[in-house]
Each structure stands twice: as C-alpha cells, then as structure tokens.
C-alpha cells in the first residue's frame, strides 16, 4: 500500500474563489487520480494526473473548472475554481502502483461552498 | 455504458450475525473486483479483492465470491461487530484501462450491539 497524505482536511469557502487540495505521496506512484464524491453518493472520478503532462479528464469535467498540476511522481493537486454550493463534496486523491492494479485512497478533502 | 449495480442500501444486521452485499456489473471484460470500506470522515479503504480467474477469496470474517457467468460478485463478512459499521463500495475495471474503476452506489452497514 501507500501512505497518502491529503491537505486540507475540509474547509469551507465563499462562493466565486477557489481552493487548491494537495495530495503528496511517500513512495513513487505510476497513477495518480482525483475523484468526487458528492453528499451520500458513490465516488466519481475527475481526471487522471500525468505527471509532466495535462491531466486526462473524464466527461463531464473540465480542466477550467479543475486544474491538476502533477510535477513528479508523488505530488498532485486539484484545484476546485469559481466555487459554487454546487461542488460541495468530498475530493479524493487515488493512487495505483505500476506493478498491480490496487487503488489506494487519501482521507479525502471535505469542501463545503457557502 | 458500463455500470455497477450495488444492493442493498443499506443493511441492519445484530452483532454476531451475517452480513452480504451484492454486486452485479454490466462489462464482461472487467477482470478485477475489489470492495472499500468507508468510515465516517475517512477516505474509502480497500479491504479485499478478487480476480476473474478466482471463485472465491477469504480474508478472517471477510470473503468475497464471483460468479463471472452471472456478472456477480459479493462481499460476506461473518460474525459482525460494532466496528465494521461503515459504508461499502463495490467496483469494477472497466473497459477503457485496468485503471478505470467503475463503482456501485455503496452499501451503509449497521452493526447492532
């Protein structure tokens, strides 16, 4: 397994600004994810962070409203921009190692938009 | 599109009792299948798996069954405490890459004591 760290832990923001999530790894992973998981819902996945390269979002998400920056292989962050009520939720980090397909989770970032 | 079917809900059991949630998914080629348990305020944490080449895994009061013909798979926990209290994620590869996990709409478990 890994040991995820995420930061921060929750916080709580103004409509309009924007909030950055780190998610820092302590050993070298190949995948590095980002998912939401809204009030009482199942866990859906933002994009895949390529390090050195844009991140790969999925339908639905968009890199102006979530931007990823991963620089190497333990480090990651989204960044949640122009908040809204709308993007209360739990954002969590993921990683897989290269060598199995296991997908471990950071203890995730609780937003809530006012 | 590809999909993962989570039942029940949620589930009540008395401590000491078993406790069984069902998954059924939609793509034929997923090939690997494992279960989170989420505890309040916590990231989802991953508790076993199994593979499309095996039946059946068992891990102490743990163990998950999958039956590739019907596209089911279930998580078994025996003898049941207070502490696995929590809500259970089932999921699914998906067809676009080993890495792209499809999950179920989760399972919130009450152990009574």
């Known amino acids: 397994s890994a040991v995820i760290s995420q930061k921060p832990s929750r916080d709580i923001c103004q409509r309009g600004t924007s909030l950055t999530i780190q998610c820092q790894v302590d050993?070298?992973?190949?995948?590095m994810f980002w998912y939401r998981q809204q009030p009482g819902q199942s866990l859906t996945l933002i994009a895949t962070a390529n390090q050195g390269s844009e991140a790969t979002y999925e339908s639905g998400f968009v890199i102006d409203k979530f931007p990823i920056s991963r620089p190497n292989l333990t480090f990651s962050t989204l960044t949640v921009s122009n908040m809204s009520p709308e993007d209360s939720s739990i954002y969590l980090c993921?990683?897989?190692?290269?060598?199995?397909?296991?997908?471990?989770f950071g203890s995730g970032t609780q937003l809530s938009v006012l | 599109g590809e999909n993962v079917e989570q039942h029940p809900s949620t589930l009540s059991v008395q401590e000491g009792d078993s406790a069984v949630i069902k998954c059924t998914y939609s793509d034929s080629a997923s090939n690997y299948f494992p279960w989170y348990k989420q505890e309040l305020g916590k990231g989802p944490q991953l508790i076993i798996d199994i593979r499309s080449n095996v039946g059946e895994k068992k891990d102490q009061r743990i163990a998950v069954t999958l039956n590739k013909t019907a596209k089911h798979f279930s998580l078994h926990i025996t003898e049941t405490q207070p502490e696995d209290s929590a809500v259970y994620f089932c999921a699914a590869t998906g067809t676009s890459g080993t890495y792209k996990y499809i999950f179920g709409t989760g399972t919130r478990l009450k152990v009574l004591a």
């Open positions: 050993s070298q992973v190949t995948m």
């Open positions: 993921s990683v897989a190692h290269s060598a199995a397909e296991k997908l471990f």
